[in-house]
């Protein structure tokens, strides 16, 4: 059964800082990853999808690593703004067949001005 | 830039009664898919929905939940009876082929009382 475990739970850093969020999965089978962000009481938007065969995607000041072999993936975030506080969820989704997402718990970041 | 729309918002209703919660997707999708996230909890896959039938669900998708898409727009969820577990954050999501990035609506915030 493929679990996601997401580390730290909770970050603070002040602004300006680079950061880096983990995501580590069991099974490696998956199909791709994707991370969300989420806000406060609001949905989940998508920030990056990795497929299983890729190594990293980028996206403005965000970059996103898979390791397949390893069960992990990182978030990368570049000089961190206040307005990057939120939930970080990564979610894998298992080898073609499935559809679903198994989330992470999240990691709460706080970035202070 | 095309989105979710997750109407109400925050739904508020009796142990035992039905509710329905709506979900707009986005227009030239295809897949369709309702999670939910109990407060403090992860994000927890319900069902997944393509070409007019379930594709898959989980074993929280019991005979009290269904899901139909009764016109060409809208995608909906009933819960017939409700429970005081099922207060929780539900969020519709699409994609336009199976393998590319989900869109999350907002959510709807269910309190059972």
């Known amino acids: 059964k493929q679990e996601v475990t997401q580390i730290p739970a909770a970050l603070s850093v002040p602004e300006g800082e680079n950061l880096v969020l983990n995501c580590s999965f069991t099974?490696?089978?998956?199909?791709?990853l994707q991370w969300f962000r989420q806000d406060p009481g609001k949905g989940l938007t998508s920030l990056l999808l990795i497929q299983s065969s890729q190594r990293e995607q980028t996206s403005g000041r965000l970059n996103a690593s898979l390791d397949k072999s390893s069960g992990r993936s990182t978030l990368y975030i570049a000089a961190s703004q206040p307005g990057d506080s939120a939930t970080y969820l990564c979610?894998?989704?298992?080898?073609?067949?499935?559809?679903?997402?198994?989330f992470g718990t999240g990691t709460r970041l706080k970035v202070l001005a | 830039e095309p989105e979710v729309t997750q109407t109400p918002s925050h739904q508020v209703t009796q142990m035992g009664q039905e509710v329905i919660l709506r979900c707009v997707p986005i227009s030239n999708h295809l897949y369709f898919y309702w999670y939910r996230q109990i407060l403090g909890q992860k994000v927890e896959f319900l069902v997944s929905?393509?070409?007019?039938?379930?594709?898959?669900k989980s074993e929280i998708f019991d005979d009290q939940f269904s899901v139909e898409r009764p016109d060409g727009s809208n995608f909906t969820l009933k819960i017939r009876s409700t429970k005081l577990e099922d207060s929780a954050m539900y969020f519709c999501?699409?994609?336009?082929?199976?393998?590319?990035?989900?869109?999350f609506g907002a959510g709807t915030r269910l309190s059972v009382l």
């Open positions: 979610a894998v989704r298992r080898t073609s067949g499935t559809y679903k997402y198994i």
């Open positions: 099974d490696s089978a998956i199909y791709n």
């Open positions: 999501a699409s994609t336009g082929t199976g393998g590319s990035v989900q869109y």
């Open positions: 929905f393509y070409n007019n039938e379930i594709s898959e």
